[in-house]
C-alpha cells in the first residue's frame, strides 16, 4: 500500500482564506477587528520565529496584532502588569505568552494572570475546565489542528482506537478530550508506557506528541492507519556538514529527515503529515482569536462549521 499525505499546508492555505472572510464580515457587520496580543520575554530563536509567524499570520487575515519583545532580564511583576493591561485592552481579544519564559519568572503565575475570556492557548483552569466537560471555548490549538487534519482527511472519526503518545497540557491530554468528543476510543501512551509498540499497533489514529525523535518506528504503524506527527526535534549533525537537522518523532522504512520545505515523512501503508509551525497550528491560533472578536460572538453562514462541534457525550 503506498502511503499518502495529509497536506496540511494546502488545508492551512484554505483556512486562511476562510478566516479572512469571516474577519471582514466580523468588520462590516458590528466594526469589530479581532486582535491578538503575543508577548514574548528573552532571545529564544524558535520562539522569536514563531512569535514572528504568528504576528504576521494574523495581519494576513485582516486583525490587528500587537506584538511585545523583552528583554531576558524583565522582572516578573512587569511581564504580569503588562497582561494586566492586555486583560482590559477592548482592542485585544486574545492573548498568547510565548513559553517557555526565563527561569526567574514563575510560567504559572503568568498563566493564572491571564483573563480566560482571553486565553487563545488554553493554558487557564478554567479554559481547561471547558475542554474536559465539553463546554464552548478555547482550544488548544495544535490538538485542534490535528483534529482539523484528520476530520479532513480521515472523515468520520467515530468508533476509532486512537493513540496518543505524549501525556502534556500542551497537546496530549487536550487532544485526548477532542477525540473523545468525535467518539473515538482514546488510549494516552508515553515514553514510559510498557509495550509501547504493541499499544500503537492497535491504533486507526497515532498522534505523535511525545518529543523525542525517531521513538515510533515504522513497523509500529498498522496498514491503513493515519499518522500526525506533532512536532519535530532539532538534532544535531556536524558529520552532514550543518549544524542540526530536523528529525520527526515516528520513523520510517529509513530514517526521517524533514527539511522546512519538504516536511513530509512517508512510511509505507500510512497516512503521515508532520505538522510545522507555519501550517495549521498558528492559524487555528489566530481563528479563534476571531471567534472571541465580540464576546465570543461567530459570524458564520447558516449551517458552515469551522471549529468542532462540542457535544457533551454522556456514556
Not at 520513523?251 to 512510511?267: D, F, K, N, T, Y
Request: proline residues 8%.
Amino acid at each position: 500500500m503506498t502511503a499518502q499525505i495529509i497536506d496540511g499546508k494546502t488545508y492551512a492555505a484554505g483556512l486562511r482564506e476562510r478566516i479572512a472572510a469571516h474577519v471582514a464580515r466580523l468588520k462590516a457587520e458590528s466594526g469589530v477587528i479581532p486582535g491578538l496580543a503575543v508577548v514574548i520575554v528573552g532571545h529564544d530563536p524558535a520562539s522569536e520565529i514563531y512569535v514572528s509567524q504568528k504576528a504576521r499570520q494574523t495581519v494576513e487575515v485582516g486583525m490587528h496584532s500587537e506584538k511585545y519583545e523583552l528583554p531576558e532580564e524583565t522582572p516578573e511583576a512587569e511581564v504580569l502588569a503588562l497582561i494586566e493591561r492586555l486583560n482590559v485592552d477592548p482592542h485585544i481579544h486574545g492573548i498568547l505568552v510565548q513559553l517557555p519564559l526565563p527561569k526567574h519568572i514563575d510560567p504559572v503565575k503568568v498563566i493564572l494572570t491571564i483573563s480566560p475570556d482571553k486565553d487563545v492557548d488554553c493554558f487557564t483552569p478554567a479554559s481547561v475546565g471547558k475542554v474536559q466537560i465539553g463546554l464552548p471555548g478555547p482550544v488548544a490549538c495544535t490538538p485542534l489542528g490535528c483534529l482539523m487534519l484528520l476530520r479532513d482527511f480521515v472523515g468520520n472519526l467515530g468508533g476509532r482506537h486512537a493513540v496518543i503518545v505524549g501525556r502534556s497540557n500542551l497537546v496530549g491530554k487536550p487532544m485526548a478530550q477532542l477525540l473523545l468528543r468525535e467518539n473515538c476510543t482514546v488510549t494516552i501512551a508515553h515514553s514510559r508506557t510498557a509495550d509501547l509498540p504493541g499499544i500503537v499497533r492497535q491504533a486507526d489514529l497515532v498522534v505523535a506528541a511525545v518529543g523525542r525523535p525517531l521513538l515510533i518506528k515504522g513497523d509500529w504503524i498498522k496498514p491503513g492507519a493515519a499518522v500526525i506527527d506533532v512536532g519535530v526535534n532539532r538534532i544535531p549533525a556536524p558529520e552532514r556538514a550543518v549544524l542540526f537537522e530536523m528529525q520527526c518523532q515516528v520513523h520510517g522504512v529509513q530514517a526521517v529527515v524533514v527539511q522546512r520545505e519538504s516536511p513530509v515523512a512517508l512510511i509505507p501503508g500510512v497516512q503521515c503529515r508532520n505538522i510545522m509551525a507555519d501550517m495549521v497550528t498558528d492559524n487555528d491560533a489566530v481563528f479563534q482569536v476571531f471567534a472571541k472578536g465580540r464576546q465570543g460572538l461567530l459570524l458564520r453562514q447558516p449551517g458552515e462549521r469551522i471549529l468542532p462541534s462540542d457535544p457533551v457525550h454522556r456514556h
